[in-house]
T-cell receptor, first 114, second 111 residues
Framework: KAGVTQTPRYLIKTRGQQVTLSCSPI?????VSWYQQTPGQGLQFLFE???????NKGNFPGRFSGRQFSNSRSEMNVSTLELGDSALYLC?????????????FGEGSRLTVL | AQRVTQPEKLLSVFKGAPVELKCNYS??????LFWYVQYSRQRLQLLLR??SRESIKGFTADLNKGETSFHLKKPFAQEEDSAMYYC?????????????FGEGTQLTVNP
């Protein structure tokens, strides 16, 4: 069974630009969560989608948004990029309906904002 | 608000020595606690969860609600245990899979 796939793996943007990151969950998983990982803040929860609906949202500004498609693939978008948005963005999938807390993580998309 | 604290950013032990990675949490409701591990050049993955009360790779962790702790222990550390360990909390009252992570402890097991 293929694992969680995130694209792109690396990208460089400049301040003010916007970026879209993609995540393909494990087949059969209906929940997709996004986390931001930085050296200073650790892993911070962004949002979770289940069956195309946002189920949970973290404490990030409205510049951070996401969506989920009918095939459970998810995208997150960050608009008006700031230097502080430089981070590793991790996507994680789970079955979703049993809420076991077991998340399966992708390798991440490393965003650098210059 | 819920919070997870891992007081040690770095922990170094010798092979064969006991190891304990500390995790404390603050949460007023009913928590579910987990340990996640990230080996070098691998993805973050679940190591164990408190409700399973199981031992994985020789590691155990007991939820102590009185001390609000969920320390990870192994009696005899191995070199392959070197990795980044994250303690995480999930609210039992909240639907979904939202986890609050600690900042992690980098464990190094020396030969």
């Amino acid at each position: 069974k293929a694992g969680v796939t995130q694209t792109p793996r690396y990208l460089i943007k400049t301040r003010g630009q916007q970026v879209t990151l993609s995540c393909s969950p494990i087949s059969g998983h209906r929940s997709v969560s996004w986390y931001q990982q930085t050296p200073g803040q650790g892993l911070q929860f962004l949002f979770e989608y289940f069956s195309e609906t946002q189920r949970n949202k973290g404490n990030f500004p409205g510049r951070f948004s996401g969506r989920q498609f009918s095939n459970s693939r998810s995208e997150m978008n960050v608009s008006t990029l700031e230097l502080g948005d430089s981070a590793l963005y991790l996507c994680a999938s789970s079955l979703g309906h049993r809420n076991t807390g077991e998340l399966f993580f992708g390798e991440g998309s490393r965003l650098t904002v210059l | 608000a819920q919070r997870v604290t891992q007081p040690e950013k770095l922990l170094s032990v010798f092979k064969g020595a006991p190891v304990e990675l500390k995790c404390n949490y603050s949460y007023s409701g009913s928590p579910e606690l987990f340990w996640y591990v990230q080996y070098s050049r691998q993805r973050l993955q679940l190591l164990l969860r408190h409700i399973s009360r199981e031992s994985i790779k020789g590691f155990t962790a007991d939820l102590n609600k009185g001390e609000t702790s969920f320390h990870l222990k192994k009696p005899f550390a191995q070199e392959e245990d070197s990795a980044m360990y994250y303690c995480a909390l999930k609210s039992h009252e909240t639907s979904g899979s939202r986890l609050t992570f600690g900042e992690g402890t980098q464990l190094t097991v020396n030969p």
